[in-house]
């Protein structure tokens, strides 16, 4: 595959689907939602860095097939894998507290390195944080959940329905999944000796009881999207946050769906809208390269008048920069991540990154 058409492959999900949501059908349409309201969002940065260089990922990819190949058929460069996963806690109005660990990366070493930076195992092992989101099945979200397991097995996950096997044999069982490597013999490339023996709530698009989406508790709602998605990977779900006095605040692993598909869904679907933040990985600028619809979606990010706009992973570096640039309110990180012993490759100076170990709060 070459490289142009990989590209137009990676990116076109995002795109599509950004174009698409302007004006939904009328058929479409379902009464509005009261989800109720929190008091604040705060989110902490576990790691975003789900690789170190993106020029040995897009070759790995490229070597074995391209965008559209099985995750499960690469023999993955280990040495370039890391993860993505954050801690959110969710402060009620009544002043109680829920945390949630939305995702639990790649390679376990970084994994357990970084989780162990944030207290994570502890939190863990005390029953301190409520339920995991799995945000969808790629492996840089799913492939290290040994590292959460292990601390408890029990932990309660929503995860998109939208699964293959092999997504459900690392999940459920004692696992070891291995790919044909370039000299033709089997590689292990992702691996669980713990598997999850708590709830599992696998979520649909049509959501709890036809309402588009499921409320653990109020003032939240996960909605999950059914789009194709790079890698033989299907659905993503997608975390909305009522803050009082404020607005929706939208919290994504990868935005597959596409971001303003994100915010037109919550302007449908949730009564009073209004947007306030977001915060995640909104696979834009993937590879560091620019198409002239990325300046479309800029203007449509504007558009919704967020107040905070915390990016990283996915994002692309080049896209937040320019955002920055045209007056999209993104919050900046700071340089707390150069203490990690890996830092990605493209990481900048300009900090329109919230990286390893930064905090935002809604």
Excluded at 65 to 90: E, F, K, M, R, S
Excluded at 227 to 251: A, S
């Amino acid at each position: 595959m070459h490289r142009r058409d990989f590209l137009k492959t990676a990116c076109a999900g995002s795109l599509l689907s950004a174009a698409y949501v302007a004006t939904p059908k009328r058929s479409q349409a379902r009464e509005t939602l009261a989800i109720g309201e929190v008091k604040s969002v705060k989110v902490d940065v576990i790691s975003e860095t789900s690789w170190f260089n993106n020029d040995q990922l897009k070759k790995d990819i490229t070597d074995f097939g391209g965008a559209a190949t099985n995750q499960y058929t690469i023999p993955w460069d280990w040495d370039n894998a890391g993860g993505y996963a954050a801690l959110i806690t969710v402060t009620a109005l009544d002043g109680d507290e829920k945390t949630i660990l939305l995702d639990s990366g790649w390679n376990n070493a970084w994994m357990d390195y970084v989780f162990e930076k944030k207290n994570i195992p502890t939190m863990l092992q005390r029953g301190e944080i409520d339920f995991m989101v799995l945000s969808h099945w790629h492996l840089d979200h799913l492939w290290g959940i040994e590292s959460t397991l292990k601390h408890n097995p029990n932990i309660k996950i929503y995860a998109p329905a939208t699964h293959y096997p092999e997504d459900m044999a690392l999940l459920r069982e004692k696992a070891t999944l291995t790919a044909t490597g370039r000299d033709g013999k089997p590689v292990t490339i992702c691996k669980n000796s713990v598997p999850h023996t708590g709830e599992l709530a696998l979520c649909t698009a049509e959501g709890d009881a036809g309402s588009g989406v499921y409320r653990p508790f109020p003032g939240m709602a996960i909605k999950m999207f059914d789009v194709p998605i790079l890698l033989r990977v299907r659905g993503e779900n997608t975390l909305y946050f009522n803050v009082k006095d404020k607005g929706i605040v939208t919290v994504t692993g990868c935005c597959h769906p596409g971001l303003l598909t994100l915010f037109s869904a919550a302007r449908r679907s949730f009564e009073g809208y209004e947007p306030y933040g977001c915060y995640g990985g909104l696979h834009l600028s993937l590879f560091e390269t620019w198409d002239p619809k990325f300046d479309d979606i800029i203007k449509g990010v504007k558009s919704f008048g967020l107040k905070k706009v915390a990016c990283n992973h996915c994002t692309g570096w080049l896209w937040a920069e320019k955002a920055a640039a045209e007056g999209v309110p993104i919050v900046k990180g700071t340089d707390t991540f150069k203490s990690y012993k890996r830092q990605s490759s493209v990481a900048k100076a300009s900090n329109v990154f919230l990286t390893n170990g930064d905090t935002v709060t809604f």
